[in-house]
């Protein structure tokens, strides 16, 4: 701690030059973050001070949070969905798990069922949870095998996991079998959806993924990925609105007495920013953002191949991965588990980036 404090202008010209050592978006071709979209950066700025951890305080901002969960329940085929905002895709999960143990409490050692493509959001889970995690092989298209996921569902297990765009891959897993599965089992079936549950409903063709499949209990899907709030800003979503007060615990100091969220003080502002952009663009707008990247995903994938860089597989979101060991030192890329390239194309990520990429990686190949 200093003993005298800085000047505003000492301090902010520090703060400019620590922000000029973060990357420029404008090569950043592996995340899954974009910049918020300004209007979200104008509702952020508008509920800076706000606090959902003490909805009593903020009912105004709390019923804005009710309405970022109706949008999102009526985007899932649910307009009576529950649920709340977490802190992204991380918390959604680690939630969606602490609900299916408490269902089921009887079971002494718990497990759940997971595809080998899980994020790894559910060790974290898991662990907290003292969960066994049973990962189930992918089959050759490295989306779940739905057969394998019910042979290794047993009496013990609480949950079965699946993915609605794989973080690596982007592949849709098979929703309606785990679904037909869960239902023979009366299993809790949660969709993790972080990422694809921002793209797949905008999607010219339809996979199904949702509530629409009524064997699905829970979906995560985080508006600061593709619906481009400001960080941080994942939902929990149920299909039962009351499904969450299962993890009520008593509040004694609160304008409310029970809350079942994890965090305590949790921030309004990025549940404005991501309501102020799904009201915005509204579902035209959403469809105009997800269609120009997945056109840039194409074109991705076709100019690497012109190259002699085969894709690894076809996505069904934005996320391409190749066989390709290296690219030219100013992009940042991913890679995956098994060694794939891997690029996100986030609505930042224009046609001109791409042209520009496979402009230095043909010099690069040629
Ligand atoms: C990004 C992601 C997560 C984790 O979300 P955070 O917001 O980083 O906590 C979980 N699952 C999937 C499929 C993701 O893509």
Redesign the pocket.
Known sequence: MLNKGLSEEDLFSFFAQKKEEDLDYNYILGS?CTPPHPVGVRAHGMFMETNLGDPGLFPGTASLEQLLIQRLGTLFHLPGAGGYAT?????S?IQALRCAKEQRKQVSRPNVVVPESA?F?FKKACDILCLEMRAVPLDNTLKMDAEKAAEIIDKNTVCLVG?A???EYGLVDPIADLAEIASDQDLFLHV?A??GGMVIPFLDRSIPFDFSLPAVTSI?V?P??MGMSTI?C?CLLTRDPDMLNILDIDTPYLSVRKEFTLSGTRPGAPVAAALAVLDYLGAEGLRAVVSGCMKNTRRLIDGMETFGIQRAVTPDVNVATFICNDVPGRWKVSWTRRGHLRIVCMPHVHRDRIEAFLKDIGEMYA
Do not use: L, W
């Not at 802190?87 to 918390?91: F, H, L, V």
């Open positions: 899954m802190s992204g895709g991380t918390e999960n994020h959001s993915i765009g794989t973080t993790d972080a990422f995560a985080d600061h990925k941080p994942g």
